[in-house]
């Protein structure tokens, strides 16, 4: 049998948090192994219950979202954090994604698009708006700084790479650029890996954005957008 997916959820609005527990409890294949309402919190139980995915609130009391996911992912580095905001602010949202999360959902988003975000962050996936991969990463691609080692990472990038970082920024999940590529999936997550301790950064969605505004990969276009238009 399939483990299911640990979800934590750290978020400081109770009828939310309340209503996620209640959501992601009724799903086969999802696990809720806890809802904390401080950054504090998620990091103390964080160790104990081993969360595969932590949903995040961005904007916490305390040590806030963007800190929590930091001090999180030093407990917990095989976890995948996913930011949920109510909030659009590219600058913040691109501070959660140098802190290391996968991605994000905003708040007033179906709850079915959060399930799919869940299961999507699990296997290791960006996480963005159903449809807005485009223009999510043109509005962070500007406002994720690039370090020296992430300039000579990129430089480091083997053309095979650089190939599968572009079918990332096209839209394409992992199974899907394999497919594409002609090798398998567990070849695909080995280049992921090369990619990741290469440019130092935690997540696909960072090196996307590090290889765009580095010119090494571009942004879809048209019919190329198609991340989250597939059933």
């Known amino acids: 049998m399939t483990e299911p997916i640990a979800v934590l959820i750290v978020d ?18 999802i696990e809720v192994v806890g809802a904390v309402a401080t950054g504090e919190e998620a990091v ?9 995915v932590v949903l995040m609130d961005i904007d916490l009391p305390g040590m806030d979202g963007i800190e929590a996911t930091r001090e999180v992912l030093k ?4 976890a995948k954090v996913v930011g949920i905001s109510a909030l659009r602010d590219p600058d913040l949202l691109a501070r959660a994604v140098t802190a290391g999360a996968s991605g994000f959902v905003p708040k007033t988003r ?4 959060l399930v799919r ?5 699990s296997a290791g996936e960006i ?25 000579a990472g990129l430089a480091n990038l083997t053309p095979r790479e650089v190939q599968i970082l572009q079918s990332f920024a096209d839209g394409f999940a992992t199974d899907e650029v394999a497919d594409r590529l002609g090798i398998s999936p567990r070849t695909v997550r080995s280049h992921v890996e090369s ?5 130092g950064v935690r997540s696909k969605l960072e090196a996307v954005l590090s290889g765009l505004r580095a010119g090494v990969i571009h942004l879809a276009t048209g019919d190329e957008a198609l991340f989250g238009q597939r059933s």
Request: aromatic share 2%.
């Open 12 to 29: 400081d609005h109770k009828m939310f948090a309340d209503a996620l527990v209640s959501l992601l409890e009724a799903e086969v294949g």
């Open 44 to 52: 103390m139980l964080c160790g104990p219950t081993r969360p595969h």
């Open 75 to 78: 407990v917990c580095p095989g």
């Open 110 to 113: 179906a709850a079915d698009e």
């Open 117 to 121: 975000a869940i299961r999507f962050a």
């Open 127 to 151: 996480v963005v708006p159903e449809g807005e991969l485009g223009p999510v990463l043109e509005r962070l691609v500007a406002t994720v700084k690039r370090t020296a080692d992430v300039r």
């Open 195 to 199: 990619i990741l301790t290469k440019l």
